[in-house]
T-cell receptor
């Protein structure tokens, strides 16, 4: 059983389109995250949700909107995609004791 | 300056060598993590430390809270250890702040 699963794994789309990445965890964790990994492989937090509530929103353009329908899901919707949005996006979850469980990543390419 | 600094950025070793990757951080933390990212892209958590030392197979992680420093050691390195190793800290709660990673290549 995959603990944190993201779909799709690869996403190629044109500038200006709107796309979504889905994330689900079956670990019973209360906290979920979206991280962005840039072309230099540097990871940075974008959002954090705790039990469906937004608790961290870093300086991310408001074209990015996370949605958590329940504590097992945290989806990322991106409007009006730009070339600079090309990156690998990782979903993760963590239990209260700490730790990090990552999804396999979604490689987004905007052309 | 990044809150988490790793060294070296790149490391090439021969199979069997003992490897050390260092991590320094500048903020108070609740825990430090070592992560591994293989060429396929997936990220796996290797260790979570708040003090002392942990060992898992050929991997050893240590942390010195007073000096704000951690090391990841790999004994008897093997080509399958080739990956990017990332140090990350939890300044508060469970969110992570990452180092830039160390690309390790182990040659047969």
């Amino acid at each position: 059983d995959t603990a944190v699963s993201q779909t799709p794994k690869y996403l190629v789309t044109q500038m200006g389109n709107d796309k979504s990445i889905k994330c689900e965890q079956n670990l019973g964790h209360d906290t979920m995250y979206w991280y962005k990994q840039d072309s230099k492989k540097f990871l940075k937090i974008m959002f954090s949700y705790n039990n469906k509530e937004l608790i961290i929103n870093e300086t991310v353009p408001n074209r990015f909107s996370p949605k958590s329908p329940d504590k097992a899901h945290l989806n990322l919707h991106i409007n009006s995609l730009e070339l600079g949005d090309s990156a690998v996006y990782f979903c993760a979850s963590s239990p209260r004791a700490g730790g990090a469980f990552f999804g396999q990543g979604t490689r987004l390419t905007v052309v | 300056k990044n809150e988490v600094e790793q060294s070296p950025q790149n490391l090439t070793a021969q199979e069997g060598e003992f490897i050390t990757i260092n991590c320094s951080y500048s903020v108070g933390i609740s825990a430090l993590h070592w992560l591994q990212q293989h060429p396929g892209g997936g990220i796996v958590s290797l260790f979570m430390l708040s003090s002392g030392k942990k060992k898992h197979g050929r991997l050893i992680a240590t942390i010195n809270i007073q000096e704000k420093h951690s090391s990841l050691h790999i004994t008897a390195s093997h080509p399958r250890d080739s990956a990017v190793y990332i140090c990350a800290v939890s300044p508060s709660g469970s969110r992570l702040t990452f180092g830039e990673g160390t690309q390790l290549t182990v040659n047969p």
